[in-house]
C-alpha cells in the first residue's frame, strides 16, 4: 500500500505523525511526507519517508494563489499513485481532497484537529469566516471518504450543523504521546509549590486569567511559584507582547523551552485556562508525569480531565474561579497525589501512542503487527 501524508508545514508531519509513518513502514507499505521544504523535510529519508514538496501560501487569500496551490498539490501526488492520501490542517485538507480527486486517489482522509480561533469570538469577521469555513468543509466532506477528528465536540457540532455525515466521522483523540518517557519524575524541589502553565502567549490560551490567579494567590501562598513557558506569537491577532510577558512580577516566566519533560519534573500543578482547543497536547503530558491538571471546561481542553477525579475543570475567562481551584490543590498535597494518580492513569489507558497509532491503522484498514 502506498500512503501520502499532506500537510501545509513539515514540522507538522515530523511532529505529530512520524510514529504512524514508523508503523507503516514496519508493515511494508511506502509512506510519503507531502510538505513544502523545511527545517525537518531532509530529516525525513532517515526514517525510511519520502518526502515530495509542494508549493502553498500559509496566509494567502488571493484566489489565483489558492488554485495555483491546488494545482502544485496535484502535480506533486498524481505520479506517486497513492492508494490513501490523508490530509492534516484546513487548507491541506480542502486543496488535497480536490487534488487528489482529480488525481483519483481511491481513498482520501481528512484529520480536523480543531476548529480554530474564529470560533472564540461572535464578531462580524468571525461569523463570516466561519460560514466560509463550514461551506468549504461541507464541500471537501462530500468528497472525502474519512474525517477524523481530536475531540467529541467538534464533529457533533458539525453533524448538527450539516457539514458532514455521521457515518463519515472518526473520532480518535489527538496524535498520541509516549507515557514511557512522559512517565513521573520525584520532584528534588520540595519547598515551593509550583504551578506551571505552557502554551503560546495568547489571550485565548487565557493566559490573563493564569496571571490574574497568580497574583491573588502568591499575595496568600509565598511559596507558591507560578512560571509560564511559551513564547508570544506576532502573527495572531491574539498575541500578548514578550514585553508584557517580561513585566508581569506574580509570574516567573521562562519564554520558550525545549526542557519540557524537566519543566514538568519540577511542577506540582498544570494548569490551561484556554478558551478552546482541538486536543492539548501539553495536558496529556502533564498528566502522563502524574500533575493534576486546572483547565477549562471548553471544547477539548474537557476531554483531559474528569471534573474532580485528576483535576478540576472551571469556566472560561474567569480568573477568579480558576484561582480557586489552584488554590485548593496548594493547600491539599494529599489531593494532588491522588488527582495525578488518576491522570497518569487515564494518559495510559486513553492516550498512548500504540493506542493511537493502532487506531489509524484501523482507520487506514489495517491491522497492527506486532
Given at each position: 500500500?502506498?500512503?501520502g ?44 519517508v ?76 468571525s ?50 504521546i ?8 520525584p ?22 486569567e ?57 511542577t ?46 472551571v ?20 489531593l ?11 494518559a ?23
Amino acid at each position: 500500500m502506498t500512503i501520502g501524508f499532506l500537510s501545509h508545514l513539515d514540522l507538522n508531519l515530523w511532529l505529530f505523525r512520524l510514529p504512524v509513518m514508523q508503523a507503516l513502514i514496519a508493515q511494508g507499505h511506502t509512506v510519503y511526507a507531502i510538505c513544502p521544504e523545511g527545517d525537518k523535510s531532509g530529516s525525513f529519508a532517515a526514517e525510511g519517508v519520502l518526502h515530495i514538496p509542494y508549493l502553498i501560501s500559509r496566509s494567502s487569500l488571493n484566489p489565483l494563489k489558492e488554485l495555483l496551490a491546488i494545482r502544485a498539490i496535484y502535480k506533486a501526488i498524481r505520479p506517486l499513485n497513492l492508494d490513501i492520501l490523508h490530509t492534516f490542517t484546513a487548507k491541506p485538507n480542502i486543496y488535497g481532497t480536490i487534488a487528489g480527486r482529480i488525481a483519483k486517489v481511491p481513498r482520501i482522509i481528512n484529520l480536523v484537529e480543531g476548529l480554530g480561533s474564529f470560533y472564540l469570538e461572535n464578531d462580524f469577521k468571525s461569523r463570516l469566516v466561519r460560514s466560509i469555513i463550514e461551506t468549504l468543509y461541507r464541500q471537501t466532506f462530500k468528497l472525502s471518504d474519512t474525517v477524523m477528528f481530536v475531540n467529541e465536540d467538534d464533529p457533533a457540532y458539525l453533524i448538527d450543523k450539516n457539514v458532514i455525515s455521521p457515518s463519515k466521522a472518526v473520532t480518535i483523540k489527538g496524535v498520541g504521546i509516549d507515557t514511557d518517557l512522559w512517565r513521573p519524575i520525584p520532584k528534588t524541589d520540595s519547598d515551593r509549590v509550583s504551578v506551571v502553565m505552557i502554551g503560546r502567549a495568547l489571550r485565548h490560551k487565557g493566559v490573563l486569567e493564569y496571571i490574574d490567579a497568580a497574583n491573588l494567590l502568591t499575595r496568600r501562598y509565598p511559596h507558591a511559584e507560578f512560571r509560564y513557558i511559551g513564547s508570544p506569537d506576532p502573527g495572531n491577532t491574539s498575541s500578548l507582547s514578550e514585553t508584557f510577558m517580561q513585566e508581569q512580577s506574580a509570574i516567573v516566566y521562562l519564554g520558550h523551552r525545549d526542557d519540557i519533560r524537566e519543566q514538568l519534573a519540577q511542577t506540582d500543578i498544570f494548569v490551561l485556562p484556554s478558551y478552546r482547543e482541538g486536543l492539548p497536547r501539553t495536558s496529556m503530558e502533564a498528566m502522563s508525569m502524574g500533575l493534576p491538571i486546572v483547565t477549562t471546561d471548553v471544547v477539548g481542553c474537557r476531554e483531559t480531565v474528569v471534573n474532580g477525579i485528576n483535576g478540576f475543570l472551571v469556566p472560561p475567562k474567569n480568573g477568579n474561579a480558576l484561582a480557586e481551584a489552584i488554590e485548593t490543590l496548594i493547600q491539599n498535597p494529599f489531593l494532588r497525589k491522588r488527582m495525578g494518580e488518576a491522570g497518569r492513569e487515564k494518559a495510559v489507558d486513553e492516550f498512548d501512542m500504540d493506542i493511537i497509532v493502532t487506531k489509524h491503522l484501523e482507520v487506514y484498514g489495517l491491522k497492527r503487527v506486532r
